[in-house]
């Protein structure tokens, strides 16, 4: 079969991610059910609003299936989506999946007026890549293990990380059109290798 | 390092994407709205349908009012300035407002032009009746496009009258030649380059919403099957008897918007929506839509 990943699209800008999966010529649905996840070998979690997404899981019995999808496959989160994998969201009003062990606070890095695009150098197995990267009322992670490995800083601030299968993000590489997290993420998704050692 | 660029604008519109935006009036309400998993509140003094009763002059409101809404929800927070008010925007900008939208719903400030959006760091929302009066409102600098409707009336039919004009000029000039363009371009009163981009992109180039009218789940279906993106609802929710069950039920059909079992779940058992009024039953000089060109 061939292997394909989903999109959380309760809320957010699913599309976007969709036209970064398109261009690697991986494919890729929206999930909105539960019923999705039993098609798809990885999901991203987009970016949103998490409150929002915390409800609608709720209410649609996608948590847990999200929770026990995440033993086997890979996630990648942005943003929002970030929020969603962490620890801890120090905010009773979000429920997370608790799939990196990490916590962040939710727009810490201010209201809208701060949101910017920012050149960040990525570090990850051998690869150093310069990449641009949008930050739209961001949450900043506070606090991560031993187990997480961060492969970006923001001003001394990590801002991309990964543990074990997950990949979670502070920023939008999808808006700038930057293909390399997804890469990483779904490294044993996508077979051209090549692209993500390219450089 | 760049703050306030037009892509980081458009940022915030892209993420605001399949949800519901609610007008609030006061932190209570707010708590309400997002309790119910709205994407963003409005913060306005009095929602369209009172201002429709109450009449006299609309502006900008207090920004003590929308300080507390502010201080009360994590999530972005709108508010409105008068068409041409570019001295309210620049008070909304200073309170580090989300968004502003330069709204037909207040009183114009100004009768022939719009505020010149570029020179701002936050985005600006802007009504459109019409795929011309959208690209003129994106070439001044607009982040985001949302249809005029009729606010305040609780009829959906003015909304679906201006998204389907938006989406059949759309494809229209997506099937035009190169050289019928700078025409179109002159027939809708837009800017060329704009008429150019959205004939190669078959949409437009800014996110592209609802507004005015929505009262019920199923006209929020109703909006984002004819393609809008992500639905304001104004009056619609706190007119209604009860505000919380229709929010969450408003919610969920912009998310489920395809799937009619989802529909008739959400749409049961819901108190009276606002009761709403004909277009034939507001005078003409008083339709809200009229403003701006």
């Given at each position: 079969m061939v292997k394909k990943i989903g999109i959380l699209?309760?809320?957010?800008?699913?599309q976007k991610h969709k036209l970064i999966l398109d261009q690697l010529g991986v494919e890729s649905t929206y999930v909105r059910?539960?019923?999705?996840?039993?098609?798809?070998?990885g999901l991203i979690i987009p970016g949103g609003e998490s409150t929002t997404m915390t409800k609608l899981l709720d209410r649609s019995g996608l948590f847990e299936s999200i929770v026990s999808f995440a033993d086997k496959n890979p996630i990648l989160g942005t943003c929002a989506g970030l929020i969603m994998m962490a620890?801890?969201?120090?905010?009773?009003?979000v429920n997370t999946f608790?799939?990196?062990d990490i916590d962040i606070e939710r727009n810490a890095s201010g209201r809208q007026i701060d949101s910017l695009v920012e050149s960040l150098t990525v570090s990850y197995d051998n690869i150093q890549k310069r990449i641009d990267a949008t930050f739209i009322r961001a949450p900043k992670i506070i606090r991560h293990g031993k187990n997480v490995n961060v492969i970006a800083y923001y001003k001394g601030t990590p801002c991309a990380v990964k543990s074990g299968k997950h990949v979670g993000l502070s920023f939008h590489p999808e808006l700038n059109g930057v293909s390399l997290f997804h890469e990483i993420a779904f490294n044993n998704i996508i077979n051209n290798k090549e692209g993500l050692h390219a450089a | 390092m760049s703050k306030g660029s037009f892509e980081v604008k458009v940022g915030l519109a892209e993420m605001l994407k399949g949800g519901v935006i609610m007008d609030v009036t006061d932190s209570k309400q707010a708590k309400i709205a997002e309790d119910a998993g709205a994407v963003a509140v409005m913060a306005l003094e009095r929602i369209p349908a009172d201002i429709r009763v109450d009449g006299g002059i609309a502006r900008m409101s207090d920004p003590s009012m929308i300080k507390e809404i502010q201080d009360t929800v994590s999530i972005p927070v709108m508010a409105k300035c008068r068409i041409g008010h570019f001295a309210e925007a620049q008070i909304l900008e200073a309170l580090e407002i989300d968004f502003i939208d330069e709204s037909e719903v207040l009183t114009p400030a100004d009768e022939k032009n719009h505020i010149w959006?570029?020179?701002?760091k936050v985005p600006f929302v802007c009504g459109c009746r019409n795929l011309g009066e959208a690209l003129r409102r994106i070439g001044e600098g607009a982040a985001l496009i949302r249809t005029k409707g009729e606010?305040?009336?609780?009829?959906i039919v003015e909304a679906v009258r201006h998204m389907r004009e938006v989406q059949s000029n759309i494809k229209k000039l997506s099937k035009?030649?190169?050289?019928e363009l700078m025409a179109a371009s002159k027939d809708m009163g837009a800017p060329f380059a704009l008429v150019q981009q959205v004939s190669n992109l078959g949409k437009l180039p800014v996110p592209n919403f609802a507004a005015g009218g929505i009262a019920t789940p199923a006209d929020a279906s109703l909006m984002m099957q004819l393609g809008a993106e992500t639905a304001f609802v104004g009056s619609g929710i706190f007119k209604s008897e009860d505000p919380a069950s229709r929010a969450t039920a408003i919610v969920e059909a912009v998310t489920y918007f395809e799937d009619p079992d989802k529909l008739l779940n959400v749409s049961?058992?819901?108190?009276?929506a606002m009761k709403g009024l004909?277009?034939?039953?507001?005078?003409e000089d008083q339709l809200l839509q009229e403003r701006g060109w």
């Open positions: 699209a309760l809320q957010g800008n699913f059910y539960s019923s999705s996840l039993d098609d798809v070998n620890n801890n969201a120090m905010d009773d009003r608790k799939l990196l | 959006k570029h020179s701002f606010a305040g009336s609780g009829n035009m030649d190169d050289d049961t058992g819901l108190k009276s004909d277009i034939s039953e507001i005078p």
